[in-house]
């Protein structure tokens, strides 16, 4: 895959690896995550909304609840089988997502909530929760984490706060380092 962020598409020469031509993707799937030549996170939400969609079928025809099963428990179905879907890996893409796909996986829920009886979080909820979780994991680790390094550079030395990082590109910007660090910051 070629990322490639300029408005018209440029003739890049074909890779060659050893004599062998390797074939160029619009997406790939990486550990589960759905990466596209511009790092959009689209083909990602297509993914999950899919997915949550299908999971979501037992609550929504309310099969569960025809069977006399209690609210708790369809709580802990939704957390467990729709939720770990639709929230997977939100830390690499929460910052980054487009409203519109925000959107369309906060639809998903709402109709979840609906059924479930129950409020639920949104996906900015679980994204800046589970965010905020891997920083101060980061933080607490001595040296093991990659970022570790990155992050106490940030630390202010007259607070508990972290300084954010100069952010040139707004891609980067929604990124993991300055999007948590804002979260981390406007939390104390």
Same mark, same amino acid.
């Given at each position: 895959m070629?990322?490639?962020? =300029?408005?018209?598409p440029s003739?890049?020469?074909?890779?060659?690896?050893?004599?062998?031509?390797?074939?160029?993707?619009?997406?790939?799937k990486? +550990?589960g995550?759905?990466?596209?030549n511009? +790092?959009d996170? !689209?083909?990602?939400?297509?993914?999950?909304?899919?997915?949550?969609? *299908?999971?979501?079928?037992?609550?929504?025809?309310?099969?569960?609840?025809?069977?006399?099963?209690?609210?708790? +428990?369809l709580?802990?179905f939704?957390? !467990?089988?729709?939720?770990?879907?639709? =929230?997977?890996?939100?830390?690499?893409?929460?910052?980054g997502c487009?409203?519109r796909?925000?959107?369309?996986?906060?639809?998903?829920?709402k109709?979840?909530? =609906?059924?479930?009886?129950?409020p639920?979080? =949104?996906?900015?909820?679980?994204?800046?929760?589970?965010?905020?979780?891997?920083?101060? !994991?980061?933080?607490?680790t !001595?040296?093991l984490?990659?970022?570790?390094?990155?992050?106490?550079a940030? *630390? *202010?030395?007259? *607070?508990?706060?972290?300084?954010?990082?100069?952010?040139?590109?707004?891609?980067?910007h929604?990124?993991?380092?300055?999007?948590?660090?804002?979260?981390?910051?406007?939390?104390l």
């Amino acid at each position: 895959m070629v990322i490639d962020f =300029s408005r018209k598409p440029s003739d890049i020469a074909p890779v060659n690896i050893q004599g062998l031509d390797i074939e160029r993707v619009r997406t790939y799937k990486y +550990l589960g995550v759905h990466l596209n030549n511009k +790092l959009d996170w !689209t083909d990602n939400t297509d993914s999950l909304y899919k997915r949550g969609q *299908s999971r979501l079928y037992m609550l929504r025809l309310r099969r569960l609840g025809s069977f006399g099963v209690c609210r708790p +428990l369809l709580r802990t179905f939704y957390e !467990t089988v729709v939720a770990s879907v639709v =929230s997977y890996a939100v830390v690499c893409w929460g910052g980054g997502c487009s409203e519109r796909d925000k959107k369309r996986l906060n639809r998903l829920i709402k109709r979840a909530s =609906s059924v479930c009886g129950c409020p639920l979080d =949104s996906i900015e909820v679980m994204g800046e929760r589970r965010a905020l979780a891997k920083l101060s !994991t980061i933080m607490a680790t !001595t040296t093991l984490h990659p970022l570790h390094q990155t992050v106490g550079a940030l *630390s *202010s030395s007259f *607070s508990n706060r972290l300084r954010h990082p100069r952010c040139r590109k707004e891609r980067f910007h929604r990124s993991f380092i300055p999007n948590t660090i804002r979260l981390f910051n406007a939390a104390l």
